[in-house]
């Protein structure tokens, strides 16, 4: 089938007025189709849920466990239930950090990758600071993929979890994740996966995968800010303590304490968020009208075609795989001679919009021996066009800041 | 490229006094870390006053271009005359407006100034937010 760029592109009120919007890694934009859902959500359900007997709040509890249900259908998880609403992707790897790690020791190590964002390194290195564990890094080839000795000394040392991401927010690589969870659970490790930068251009099926835990934010798929999901398996979560205390999370309060309520609200402390939650199901059905597969095709055309332009030219350096076959989401670079910042305040004056600095990945940076790069990502709205726009301009900066 | 005014990327081609001090009376370096651009500072200083000023660093063309216009004004000033200077001074410098994701780049050699001073004071450095001021 043919994709029509030009339509989804109309879906999307911002891009109208001729923007060339290379930032979708950060966040996404959204659809007419999210934003209606969430304004008819508030102009004819929104109530408090869970909390009222009265017809509103039934619509409003409704609507937000169906958002639950589609969830769970887009991630291919057995239960509702195992989906939990957090703000964020980071939130969901904290809610893991703060409650799995709360029976760790100071014997105990957690396995993490040189391609982790900070979402999913800084909260175990706070548990690091707390309960004196150990961190073992996976390392990388130098185009970018993970080493698979390192995987294997890694895991040898049988961590209790290895939190890994499904896309570097970086270089795009594609991590083998199904793969790499097998070995994890044959050493008797758990895995948590990062799925905020791979949600919006893979097919996730948790249960194929077999992972233990996976967290997304719903601003990277085409959805609102300010909700995004944990999804872990049931017995997993029955088993960790509870995470945010307050009103939803229990079953009974008397002054002496409290017994936790059922599984998700158990992790659902305080008033969630609902219309955000109703934007992400009107998100995640817009991605499945579609077809995430069309969209990852319709995207590795644009990536394969931006690695080309960009090697053309002679100042630009490519950080990670040269294959569109292997990368999804973004392609990061540096410019000889111009600083990532000076290129994109340059690129966003011609309505160009990228994004520049460490991407939240210092230690990668690190290891890449560069402090900032300049990063691209795209989405199921970019076009051909705006690869080409974009190369014009990098071309067009070298020259006029070398003249 | 408005903001890239010629005399902003001439600075940024050409850095001012960007060489190593033989004998610094102090050394101070600053970073803007959501960036990772970089400036150390070296002054050679008597009676309070600055003779001889060197510095290196990394970073964008802003954030350069910057730390060398202002080392263009710093040799003879006093302690308190050099901690005295504002923002708005930087600002001036440059002669064209920088938007808010870019002020620190702007403020960093003025960060990096006065944090050397008082380091020369041994005085604790001062923050960001008092270096660039409640917005
Ligand atoms: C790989 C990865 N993990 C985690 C995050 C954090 O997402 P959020 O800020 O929505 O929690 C991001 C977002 O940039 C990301 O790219």
Request: glycine share 6%; charged share 25%.
């Amino acid at each position: 089938m043919h994709y029509d760029v030009e339509a989804v592109r109309r879906q999307f009120p911002i891009l109208s007025g001729g923007i060339c919007y290379l930032d979708s890694a950060a966040t996404s934009q959204k659809p007419n189709i999210v934003l209606r859902a969430m304004d008819t959500f508030y102009t004819s359900q929104n109530a408090n849920i869970n909390r009222g007997v009265h017809a509103l709040a039934e619509a409003a509890t409704v609507a937000f466990e169906d958002a639950r249900k589609t969830v769970q259908r887009f991630l291919g998880a057995k239960h509702a239930h195992e989906i939990i609403f957090t703000r964020n992707a980071t939130e969901a790897i904290n809610l893991v950090a703060k409650t799995f790690g709360r029976s760790l020791a100071q014997k105990d190590r957690i396995a993490l990758t040189l391609l982790e964002h900070h979402s999913n390194i800084v909260p175990w290195l706070q548990l690091k600071e707390e309960k004196n564990i150990t961190i073992d890094w996976i390392g990388l080839e130098t185009d970018g993929s993970l080493n698979e000795s390192s995987i294997a000394d890694v895991l040898s040392k049988k961590p209790k979890l290895l939190a890994i991401t499904g896309v570097s927010n970086v270089l795009g690589t594609k991590i083998p994740l199904k793969e790499i969870i097998k070995k994890a659970h044959a050493n008797g490790t758990l895995v948590l996966v990062d799925a905020a930068q791979m949600a919006a251009h893979e097919k996730i099926d948790v249960q194929d995968l077999d992972c233990d835990f996976l967290a997304f934010s719903g601003h990277k798929v085409y959805g609102p800010t300010g909700i995004g999901v944990l999804y872990g398996k049931e017995k997993l979560l029955n088993d960790l303590p509870t995470f945010l205390g307050g009103g939803d999370m229990i079953q009974t309060v008397t002054t002496d304490g409290f017994t936790a309520a059922e599984l998700p609200r158990k992790f659902e402390a305080g008033t969630p968020a609902i219309a955000e939650a109703v934007g992400l199901k009107s998100a995640i059905e817009w991605i499945d009208s579609l077809g995430i597969a069309a969209i990852a095709e319709h995207e590795e055309h644009l990536l394969a075609h931006a690695l080309e332009k960009l090697q053309t030219i002679k100042e630009v350096k490519v950080l990670g795989p040269k294959d569109a076959k292997k990368i999804a989401s973004c392609i990061s670079f540096t410019v000889d001679g111009i600083h990532p910042h000076d290129l994109t305040q340059i690129l966003s004056e011609k309505g160009v919009y990228l994004r520049a600095g460490h991407h939240c990945t210092q230690p990668l940076h690190n290891h890449l021996g560069v402090v900032a790069t300049s990063r691209i990502s795209v989405a199921a709205y970019n076009t051909i066009e705006e690869i080409d726009r974009f190369a014009t301009e990098i071309s067009h900066a070298i020259s006029a800041w070398k003249k | 490229m408005d903001l890239y005014a010629e005399n902003i990327l001439d600075h940024y081609r050409h850095p001012r006094h960007k060489s190593v001090l033989k004998n610094p009376t102090v050394t101070h370096k600053e970073e803007n870390v959501s960036c990772g651009d970089t400036v150390e500072l070296s002054l050679s200083m008597k009676d309070a006053k600055i003779l001889e000023i060197g510095w290196s660093g990394e970073g964008c063309a802003i954030s350069q271009a910057a730390m060398s216009m202002l080392s263009e004004e710093l040799i003879g000033k006093t302690t308190d005359e050099a901690l005295s200077i504002a923002t708005d001074h930087i600002h001036e410098l440059l002669g064209v407006p920088v938007g808010p994701r870019r002020t620190k780049c702007a403020l960093l050699c003025l960060h990096t100034l006065k944090n050397t001073l008082r380091a020369a004071k041994n005085e604790p450095v001062q923050s960001w937010t008092e270096t660039v001021g409640e917005q």
